[in-house]
C-alpha cells in the first residue's frame, strides 16, 4: 500500500488536484465522505514509519496531502502527533506548503507537543500565513505555548475585518492567564 497511490485515489474521488484543493475545498466535511480512510490512513502510518528511519521530502510532502485531506477527523494529524518521532523538519514542510488545512493543524500540533523553535514556527504562521483561520489557529495555539507573545498579537488583530480572527483576538486579550 503506498500512500502517493491513496492520496491518489482521493483527488480522484474529489475530482481535484491539490492545488484545486487548497484553493477551493468550499467548506469542507463533504470529504468524510470518502470510502478509503482506512487505507489512506494506513498508507500515512507506513511513511510515518519510514520518515522515523530516513526523511524524505516527497514522502513528507505526501503525508502533508494527507494531513490536509484528513482535517476533519485528525487522524493523521493525530499519528504524527504520537508516532513521528522528528518533528521539525515535517513541521517545516507542513507549514511552508501550499496546504492550508495542513497548516492549522501544524499549528495544533505545536500547541500540543514539544517541538523545537514552535514559538518561533508559529509566529511564523501568524505573520506570514494569508488564510485567516490558519493565523486564528496559530493565534490560539501560541496563547497556550507564550500568552504574553499572543496578546501583542492578538491587538494587532482585534479590529481586522475578519469577525472571527477579532473575537478569537478579543479572547486572548481578555483571558487571565
Not at 6 to 32: K, Q
Not at 88 to 95: E, G, H, P, S, T
Request: charged fraction near 30%; glycine fraction near 2%; proline fraction near 2%.
Amino acid at each position: 500500500m503506498s500512500l502517493q497511490t491513496e492520496v491518489a485515489r482521493f483527488w480522484d474521488w474529489a475530482g481535484m488536484t491539490p492545488e484545486h484543493y487548497s484553493e477551493n475545498r468550499g467548506l469542507g466535511e463533504w470529504e468524510a465522505d470518502y470510502p478509503n480512510w482506512d487505507d489512506l490512513h494506513k498508507a500515512a502510518d507506513e511513511v510515518i514509519d519510514l520518515l522515523n528511519k530516513e526523511f524524505n521530502h516527497d514522502l513528507a510532502q505526501l503525508l502533508v496531502y494527507a494531513l490536509a485531506i484528513d482535517n476533519e477527523s485528525g487522524t493523521v494529524l493525530q499519528h504524527v502527533q504520537d508516532k513521528l518521532e522528528s518533528k521539525l523538519r515535517f513541521v517545516r514542510k507542513a507549514i511552508f506548503s501550499d496546504q492550508p488545512q495542513a497548516r492549522w493543524q501544524i499549528a495544533e500540533l505545536l500547541r500540543n507537543t514539544e517541538v523545537e523553535d514552535r514559538e518561533k514556527l508559529l509566529v511564523n504562521l501568524i505573520n506570514r500565513d494569508k488564510d485567516k483561520y490558519v493565523i486564528r489557529r496559530a493565534l490560539l495555539s501560541l496563547s497556550d505555548v507564550n500568552h504574553a507573545k499572543a496578546v501583542e498579537f492578538a491587538k494587532s488583530f482585534s479590529k481586522d475585518q475578519d469577525p472571527f480572527l477579532k473575537l478569537v483576538s478579543k479572547q486572548i486579550i481578555n483571558q487571565k492567564v
